[in-house]
């Protein structure tokens, strides 16, 4: 991709923590520049140091950094980030989120529980960010639990470019619940493919759920399952498995954020899912990605997004 254009250089700085730092390289790449001096200390009994080695005084200051595994370090590491930037001076500092994980906690749906969303929400303010970037919540009222702009990207414009360069035959597009049908019903107009949806029942919190139905046809087609995030891959295997039994010829599946976990990889290698396509959003994942996995960068969108909030411009075109 070529490198972005029209940036002032001298104004702005790239930061990426030990959560993305290779999506916060190919990110400063994409923009033309080299990745902020910085570094980050873990002492034995688990506390983090980190430590800017760039000065940053009066400049916009960009920091990189997803909340997955493991998630408490990454999130204390991204307030420590920003602490650290706002006590050095910079003019302004704009939290870059490729994962953010609590965004699942984005409500108080049982007795006495904690609204974890909104608690992250407001650490990122308390430690002076400006601005958050992140890419695809899984709740877009979570945007609501902050008191400073935030630029919730889409990842199904560039996922679907790459699934369109499959050419895949007689494609459906198949929403995994009836929460993400909506949503699913973007996928399908974008790559011009009809729909359909999975009915599954989630009784606990385990990291499963149960495909009980499927609404719609896929007889003798090829099914995309798409999604937001996976976890343990359940509810795609699950789904794939009942495609295949109600006539589907081939099962693949698209995710924005793939938190895999070892377990995962056997499900999804044992499963008739012939590929998932998700983002580098995540790159910590515990365990090897499988063979079925395949990655596209996102480093292009965020970089874009950058860019055009550096130079004072709209960034509403990225979300069309």
Known sequence: ME?????QAPDIIVFAGSG??????????????????SELLRFSEGNLFVRVLENVRGRDVFIIQGTAFPANDNFME???????????????VTAVIPYFSYAKGDKKDEPRVSIRGRVCADAIAAAGADRVVTLDLHAPQVQGFFSMPVDDLISLPVLCETIAARNLHDLVVVAPDAGYAKKARLWANRLQTPTAIADKRRVDHSESAEIVELIGSVEGRTALIVDDFTISAGTLTDAARILIERGATKVYAAVTH??????????????????????????TQPAKLSEKVEIVSVAGLFAEAIRRIANRESISVLFQ
């Open 258 to 283: 793939a938190l895999l976990t070892g377990s995962a990889m056997e499900r999804i290698d044992n499963s008739p899912i012939e590929c998932l396509f998700t983002t580098d959003s995540v790159e």
């Open 78 to 92: 991204l307030l420590f980030w920003i602490d650290a930037l706002k006590r050095a001076s910079a003019a302004s």
């Open 3 to 7: 490198r972005l254009r029209g940036m």
């Open 20 to 37: 993305s730092r290779n999506l916060g390289r190919a990110i400063a790449n994409n923009l033309g520049l080299e990745l902020g001096a």
